[in-house]
């Protein structure tokens, strides 16, 4: 007689530590990644530790690289998952992601501060951000004025390759500037009256000059010269002013937005990007009245879907032929005036949709985390998490085929938490 099996989420490691721990594809990364753990085993395994890093080496952020299969790339080593690290002292470094041994290094420049790693299209082309120039009371009063707001350094993955530095000014991109994105081949400048404008990537790129000028680029001590600088007014993909930020991502291309409007701050616009046309049904409201925040975005792993997230309702909206947005899924089950929805994640390979529920009972409340059909909505399995929720910390969760990883700050510790799927017997 065949034996009954049975198939749980079981916590099998935590471990805590003194800075932020990072998780991306099956490995997690501990002391500013220096420590890497390996989670494809039953329980999490050290892949390797790095030399202890100077306050000047410190690495600020990361990107892993996966590389595309199809491309025949210059050395055996471009194949191999790769790990872009910036460091305090303006170094990019590609490290192995296996060993985190140093394969690469580029020296950005010394005069402009970069700090943030951004991807523009993922595993294709990424760039660097320098910290703002933010004129101070004291230089206006000097008249000391920065046109400089900020810089970009662009770069393609495999093999790794320099495009250029692009400086954001205000002679190209007016003033009153806060913030510079790049994403999906499209350049997102935010402006303090609300505005968003923009801007084609490879328009601007157009206008880079020659890197080369008798010095060796990307090296010590010379860095990347400025070599894509826009001085005169450039066209506008398009602009629209926004309570909070645009979001662009669906096929065909759409835009979230919320009105800069009193009576409209709480709704979300749906938009062509081609013609700004809304989207029948395309303004969101979720009608919360609750101190937290709702929060939209398009849908990860579906590209015809937005999500709308509040405390206690999901909604999936669907794009359909570009216009229409249709209702799929209007909650799920849940007990609103008990339960609040914390997290949400997408597994992909599962097609599976992973929330956060906590049961609000106090800061030390209990929470589990229910499985829902990434379409229909429809709940699998409910996974309860024994460590108990404080509310008043940040949280992350991912869900990767059988495994959770769930990180969580405490005071000024943080803790990583790992839960496997196991088969027991019944």
């Known amino acids: 007689r065949g034996e009954e099996r049975a198939e749980s989420f079981v916590k099998v490691w935590s471990k805590t530590s003194k800075s932020p721990v990072m998780y991306e594809n099956g490995k997690i990364y501990f002391d500013n990644y220096q420590n890497c753990y390996s989670c494809v085993h039953a329980v999490p395994q050290i892949l390797y530790k790095m030399p202890k890093r100077s306050t000047q080496e410190k690495i600020e952020d990361a990107l892993l690289c996966e590389s595309p299969l199809e491309q025949t790339l210059p050395t055996s080593s471009d194949h191999n998952p790769s790990l872009l690290v910036l460091t305090a002292n303006n170094w990019l470094l590609r490290l192995s992601a296996e060993t985190g041994k140093e394969l690469q290094s580029v020296y950005l420049s010394p005069n402009y501060k970069f700090k943030y790693l951004g991807w523009d299209s993922s595993q294709e082309i990424f760039y660097v951000k320098s910290v703002q120039n933010k004129e101070t009371p004291l230089s206006r009063q000097a008249g000391v004025t920065h046109s400089a707001f900020m810089y970009l350094g662009i770069f393609r993955v495999f093999p790794l390759q320099i495009v250029g530095i692009l400086e954001i000014n205000k002679k190209g991109f007016g003033s009153g500037i806060t913030d510079v994105l790049m994403h999906h081949g499209v350049l997102a400048v935010s402006h303090s009256n609300k505005k968003v404008k923009m801007y084609s990537i490879e328009h601007i790129v157009q206008r880079q000059s020659s890197l080369l000028g008798g010095k060796k680029v990307g090296e010590f001590p010379c860095g990347i010269p400025v070599n894509i600088q826009v001085t005169d007014s450039i066209p506008v993909l398009f602009e629209v002013t926004s309570n909070n930020g645009v979001q662009v991502g669906g096929?065909?291309?759409?835009?979230?937005?919320?009105?800069?409007?009193?009576?409209?701050?709480?709704?979300?616009?749906?938009?062509?990007?081609?013609?700004?046309?809304?989207a029948t049904n395309g303004i969101q409201n979720l009608n919360c009245y609750s101190l937290e925040s709702d929060v939209i975005f398009f849908h990860p792993t579906n590209s015809s879907s937005v999500v709308h997230i509040g405390p206690t309702i999901i909604k999936v909206t669907v794009t359909s032929s570009g216009r229409t947005v249709k209702k799929?899924?209007?909650?799920?089950?849940?007990?609103?005036?008990?339960?609040?929805?914390?997290?949400?994640?997408?597994?992909?390979?599962?097609?599976?949709?992973?929330?956060?529920?906590?049961?609000?009972?106090?800061?030390?409340?209990?929470?589990?985390?229910?499985?829902?059909?990434?379409?229909?909505?429809?709940f699998h399995r409910k996974i309860d998490l024994v460590e108990c929720w404080d509310e008043t910390y940040p949280h992350q969760m991912f869900f990767d085929r059988d495994t959770i990883i769930h990180i969580e700050q405490r005071n000024t510790n943080f803790c990583c938490h790992v839960y496997k799927l196991k088969t027991t017997r019944k």
């Open 328 to 378: 799929r899924f209007q909650q799920l089950d849940d007990d609103p005036s008990q339960e609040n929805f914390r997290i949400l994640e997408f597994e992909d390979e599962l097609d599976l949709l992973a929330v956060v529920v906590t049961n609000g009972e106090g800061d030390e409340g209990r929470s589990h985390i229910q499985l829902h059909d990434n379409l229909t909505g429809q």
């Open 251 to 278: 096929n065909p291309w759409h835009y979230i937005y919320s009105p800069a409007i009193k009576q409209q701050r709480e709704t979300h616009h749906i938009c062509s990007l081609k013609d700004s046309t809304l």
